[in-house]
């Protein structure tokens, strides 16, 4: 420890960052100061907490959205104080993604350090380059600026990559700002929450004319309903199989328990507290299979939407504003008008043509990160202090968190957190897994100096 005490550097303040830094701090170690760095102009909105459609609804429960692992009733309990009243009428309902926005920029509030030698302290601006010696970290933002730390930790979302189709706009863009002409036909790559999201950004927007949305699959989120809870005994889960028998082992639960007359969503989230796990003991080229032939459909019954969004996307299908191709992209010819499409539907080898006027990538936020464009994860992947995992969706961290270097050793100082540890645990996407990684890693940074 260096006379100044440690000093933990926070990369991002999406939720990840914000919820690492609320538990560093906690951690009452009194020589620990935080310091986090984001670009955005706010604090804790990351990219699915924005402030631009109170329509984009919380696609997992109010009771389940609590920052605190400890405290379940931390996000409910907020939403009972603030002056407008909690939005629902209890716990198990869906509020904004906005105001969930506004309660992780309230939690860290109170924490900003008076005189910047204890508490948070926040830097705006774009990391731009990590540099690890024995000694310390060292994080360099874009205007120059140079700070040291005794450890960095990288919480910036899912990565940047290069856009996948020239011309395309991406689906945190709203259609105004996007320039979308409300008449013209959209097409959306990608039938997943994102999708979903953007048909209602353009419904709300006035759209009138035809929205499109392509997927090679076709599969449509599925809707959370109340049901009752199922558990699974440990023993009962084959840890370690192959994709092949655990995903029909798997079925197999599914359908006894439907027959039984429960629900296939209390399955789902009965193996939630195993995914990590099945996940670190399953074989690298299982994995590889879940990844290609499995993920849609785990997706499609695992991150949900919230009722009412799913009667809205259901509206749009019945009158036909929103129409599905279960098909794949062939090309994309720009033209004054747009773009000329052609794809292949499902099954066919002949091309069909479609002239949009606009094409939306909601395809999904796992990309080879090798193909990043966030220079924090480059320079990390750049100087060899990170590598790619070997399927290519994280960089490679330990159970514990440290970024892998190119030669296979752990970092004493660089972490990462959420998104990009993805390779590691897969479930890291959600509030409910990214919280629990936060409060164990502030656990451990807390307690032992590097
Ligand atoms: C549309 C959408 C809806 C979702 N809805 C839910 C939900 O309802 N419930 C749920 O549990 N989960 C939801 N999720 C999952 C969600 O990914 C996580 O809850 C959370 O947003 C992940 O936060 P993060 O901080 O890791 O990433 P991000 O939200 O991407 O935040 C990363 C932050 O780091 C900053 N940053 C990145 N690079 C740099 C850099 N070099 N320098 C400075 N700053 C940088 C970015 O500006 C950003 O603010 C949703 C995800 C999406 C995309």
């Known amino acids: 420890m260096g006379p100044e005490g440690r000093h933990a550097i926070v990369i991002g303040g999406g939720a990840s960052g914000v919820l690492l830094a609320f538990q560093l701090l906690k951690t009452n170690a009194p020589d620990l100061r935080v310091t986090l760095i984001e670009k955005r102009p706010e604090i804790g909105r990351g990219l699915a907490y924005h402030a631009g459609n109170p329509e984009h609804l919380l696609n997992v429960r109010v009771t389940n959205m609590s920052a605190l692992p400890d405290d379940p009733d931390h996000f409910w309990n907020w939403l009972c104080a603030r002056p407008g009243g909690p939005l629902c009428p209890d716990p198990y309902c869906f509020v904004p993604r906005q105001t969930y926005g506004d309660y992780l920029a309230g939690l860290i509030a109170p924490l900003m350090s008076r005189d910047g030698t204890r508490g948070l302290t926040i830097l705006r601006g774009e990391c731009a380059a990590v ?19 005794t450890t960095a930790i990288l919480a910036t979302g899912p990565d940047a990559a290069a856009p996948l189709l020239a011309g395309h706009v991406e689906p945190w863009a709203s ?49 959370h309903r109340r049901v009752n809870p199922m558990r699974f005994a440990e023993q009962e889960i084959p840890f370690g199989a192959e994709i092949g028998p655990l995903l029909h082992w798997f079925r197999r639960r599914i359908a ?65 504003r929103l129409m599905v191709i279960v098909g794949k992209l062939a090309t994309i010819a720009p033209n004054p008008g747009g773009a000329l499409v052609r794809y292949r539907r499902r099954g066919q080898n002949e091309t069909s043509e479609l002239q949009v006027g606009a094409i939306i990538d909601c395809t999904g936020i796992v990309r080879d990160p090798g193909a990043s464009t966030n220079p924090a994860v480059r320079s990390l992947l750049d100087q060899g202090l990170a590598r790619i995992d070997p399927l290519r969706i994280g960089i490679d961290v330990t159970p514990d968190c440290a970024i892998v270097n190119r030669d ?22 959600a509030v409910p897994d990214i919280r629990q990684q936060c409060a164990e890693l502030a656990g451990r940074l807390g307690n032992h100096s590097p």
């Open 256 to 320: 006894l328990h439907v027959a039984e007359g429960g629900d296939w969503r209390g399955a789902i989230d009965a193996i939630r507290p195993f995914t990590q796990r099945l996940w670190h003991e399953l074989p690298l080229k299982s994995r590889r299979r879940f990844l290609e032939h499995a993920r849609a459909w785990w997706d499609v019954h695992r991150h949900r939407t919230a009722p009412e969004v799913e009667a809205r996307i259901a509206e749009a299908l019945a009158t036909k």
């Open 408 to 429: 296979g050793s752990p970092s004493r100082r660089l972490y990462a957190v959420g998104p990009l540890t993805r390779a590691a645990f897969w479930e890291i996407i």
């Open 175 to 223: 259609p105004a700002d996007a320039g979308i002409d409300t008449n013209a036909t959209v097409l959306i790559m990608g039938t997943g929450l994102s999708m979903v999201d953007y048909v209602l950004s353009l419904l709300r927007h006035g759209h009138q004319g035809q929205i499109v949305a392509m997927s090679r699959r076709g599969l449509l989120p599925r809707a």
């Open 131 to 149: 540099r690890e010696n024995p000694s310390e970290v060292a994080v360099t933002l874009a205007d120059g600026t140079c700070i040291t730390g």
